[in-house]
């Protein structure tokens, strides 16, 4: 008998999770408050993909320590890439979403850790200092911020609140602003913070009523999905094909009004 033959502990890995994110979120604090000092180097050639010397620092924190706790657990994050996608348990994380805002001074920007097991979400937990809030949740166990459980919005019609939604130059603005005009047109409106993880959570937390974004990597949506699933919402095949590696679009929302918003997205959905 192997040790991959056992159980994963996933109590073990919850409680791991919120203490890790929690911190590498007080580590994120203190390089927000330099943020003039840090060095920004852009990703490619679109300009507006930032990485800073913050986001390496904390996914390094991270996957140590992680390394440390779980040596026979797989690694997926947006800095450092992939090791062992093979094992049971894989985390997959972001060590700041929202990295954009995190470097204009801008306070939508949080810590994601997910963990798959057996290649389904699992465990999520997205540490957002600005405001104090550390959304969690485990398959079957349900989904919390710090204390409070988390249910998506009972509403049946895009008009009755806000619409997450995101986009970046190279997708395309085809497989954006029709999106846009039609949930314009049903009498609905937008709000675009710039974290896909915080915008999921609030999906989650019945704050929004569900988020559209064209294309996004599995790092920012991992930890949410698990959110948004145990809070009673909807979410879309986004880990069809290569969405682990190379992301996909991304639908998630509310029961109510998941069909109205993915009729709104049309075949971008699945392109
Ligand atoms: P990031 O801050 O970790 O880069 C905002 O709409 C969302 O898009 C954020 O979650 C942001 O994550 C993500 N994002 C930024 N650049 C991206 C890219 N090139 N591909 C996919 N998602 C991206
Ligand atoms: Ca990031």
Redesign the pocket.
Known sequence: MTASDHAPDIDARYAFARALAHEAAQMGMQLYRERGTLVVEHKGAYRQDV?SIA?QRIEQFLRARLAERFPEDGFLG??SGAADLEARCVWVI??????ACFLHGLHNWCV?VGLMVDGRPHVGVIADPNHDELFHGCLGRGAFVNDQPLKASAATHVSEGLTGTGTFHPRGKEHFIPFLEKLLAEGGMFLRNGSGALMTAYVAAGRLLGYYETQL?S??CLAGLVLVKEAGGLVNDFFRGDGLLDGNPYLVACPGVYAQLAQMVGPSLDT
């Open positions: 990485v986001d947006e800095e972001d060590p700041i979403d929202g990295t994601s990597k790092w920012d």
